[in-house]
């Protein structure tokens, strides 16, 4: 075995690429002399056959950060294997859980790759690009009907520690099996439990055949933490222009990426900025974000959707401001509105999205409109009835809405609803005559009957007179 590395590492050097020496290691952080000229994020091939990159170019040596687990020792040999670090990439990675270097997780067998794609790709330029328009379906009516994402979009999802942040990220990863799209999921620095509740939740939801999830653990190095956000944007970008499917990456969280970072950072002696993050630090996210898009020459498109802790529900804090102005809008969850019993916990004050409404046709804009509406009449009618004094007729309708219109846009893990679902539950619900007696469950789950029988308009109309029917009917026995 020791041969065949020798081997392997003197092909290297027999090619007439830059060879360099092992001059200081601290931990991951080996500093290198005579490897240049080379270029930023090189892939270098140590002589005990580990792989780091390039993190530093100066003028007498160059800083490269070690991948591997091996102690490498003053005197080592390091090459330039490749100008770039790249990442194995393929469509046999759908249905698989792997690690940040490509390896299987899951117990099943080798994964042939297709090839490798840049890991710190540039994102494409704006004239390949076009205009975005079709809503991606979460599953979630709060969001869809609300603050909905089109294909394409970046769009944030901010939130304190507990407010339900990763469930909804994999309630929209579960939707994704009835559509044509794929996921790619990003795990940084996180705990074995949460990898496994994860897959968990995905397998008993038949959406895992059309997933990727990326993992990196806290016991994982912090250079391979800092790398997973990118390999897992690699992969989504080779599905998403050479395979030609939409993708939708989600990274859960950019807070532990950019904590990552941020020790790196420090510890290479780089110069502190804001709350101790190095000064490159929006330039590290907006990179990466901005590779979402939709091209012009296959018409497909690339969602990404960042997880940012926001400590405390502040959403004002340095990184949850970085992503928000990097990003087209963004979803807050409210542990206020968590504790009263809401799921997702989405916060209406704070949520936007900027250009999701492009996604939206006439009857959801107006369904957002009453929505607006009837959210605000109930919290006016919360404030009023803190005064314990007895309300208007009114007012005690508008609670009993609001009431009935929150049970409506709850929704535990694993229930999603079609779009045309979400219409028909919202045209009934909204109707001022068959809310006060209206059995939100019984209404989730016609509707989850019939949907499917709607296939044009006048689909639509029927099937919502047959449920207003039954709604106006039971209110008119009870």
């Not at 998403?240 to 859960?252: A, C, N, S």
């Not at 957002?368 to 314990?388: D, K, P, R």
């Not at 068959?434 to 308009?457: F, G, M, P, T, Y």
């Amino acid at each position: 075995m020791a041969n065949d590395v020798k081997k392997h590492f003197q092909r290297f050097v027999d090619s007439g690429l830059p060879v360099g020496e092992v001059i200081a290691v601290n931990k991951f952080l080996v500093s290198c002399s005579g490897l240049q000229p080379v270029n930023l994020h090189a892939l270098i091939t140590f002589d005990d056959d580990s792989k780091g990159f390039v993190q530093q170019i100066l003028p007498d040596r160059v800083l490269v950060l070690h991948m591997g687990t091996s102690k490498l020792r003053v005197g080592s040999l390091a090459v330039v294997q490749h100008p770039e670090l790249m990442a194995k990439v393929g469509k046999d990675l759908v249905g698989r859980v792997i690690s940040v270097t490509g390896e299987p997780l899951d117990g099943k067998g080798a994964i042939a790759s297709d090839g490798s794609w840049p890991i710190f790709k540039n994102a494409p330029p704006i004239y390949e690009r076009e205009m975005l328009s079709q809503q991606l379906e979460t599953g979630i009516t709060i969001i869809d009907a609300l603050f909905p994402i089109v294909r394409g979009q970046r769009l944030a999802l901010l939130g304190d520690s507990k407010s339900g942040k990763s469930t909804l990220a994999t309630q929209i990863a579960i939707n994704q099996r009835t559509t044509d799209q794929v996921v790619v999921y990003v795990l940084v620095a996180k705990r074995r439990s949460d990898i496994d509740t994860l897959i968990n939740r995905l397998s008993e939801n038949s959406a895992m055949e059309k997933a990727v999830v990326v993992v990196s653990t806290i016991f994982d190095s912090l250079v391979l933490s800092y790398l997973a956000p990118y390999v897992g944007c690699a992969i989504a970008e080779y599905l998403w222009q050479t395979v030609g499917v939409d993708t939708v990456v989600i990274y859960d969280d950019l807070t532990s990426h950019a904590q990552a970072y941020r020790e790196i950072a420090l510890l290479s002696g780089t110069s502190p900025g804001r709350d101790s993050y190095p000064g490159d630090m929006f330039h590290a996210h907006s990179t990466l974000l901005e590779r979402a898009g939709r091209l012009n020459k296959n018409h497909k498109c690339l969602t990404a959707i960042p997880l940012v802790l926001a400590d405390g529900g502040d959403v004002t804090g340095y990184l949850p401001t970085n992503v928000m102005s990097i990003t087209d809008g963004q979803w807050v969850l409210d542990m206020d509105i968590f504790r009263n019993g809401l799921r997702p916990a989405v916060s209406p004050g704070l949520s936007v999205t900027r250009i999701g409404g492009r996604g939206h046709n006439d009857r959801q804009k107006q369904q957002s409109a009453v929505i607006f509406e009837t959210l605000a009449a109930y919290t006016q009618a919360q404030e009023f009835s803190h005064f314990g004094s007895e309300m208007a007729l009114t007012t005690s309708a508008d609670m009993v809405r609001g009431q009935k219109l929150y049970g409506l846009l709850t929704q535990i893990p694993g229930e999603t609803y079609s779009l045309i679902a979400q219409q028909l539950m919202l045209d009934i619900a909204l109707e001022p005559s068959a809310i006060a007696a209206l059995s939100v469950e019984q209404l989730k789950k016609a509707v989850a009957d019939n949907a499917a029988l709607v296939s044009k308009e006048e689909d639509y109309e029927h099937i919502l007179e047959q449920l207003k029917s039954q709604a106006l009917n039971k209110e008119v026995t009870k």
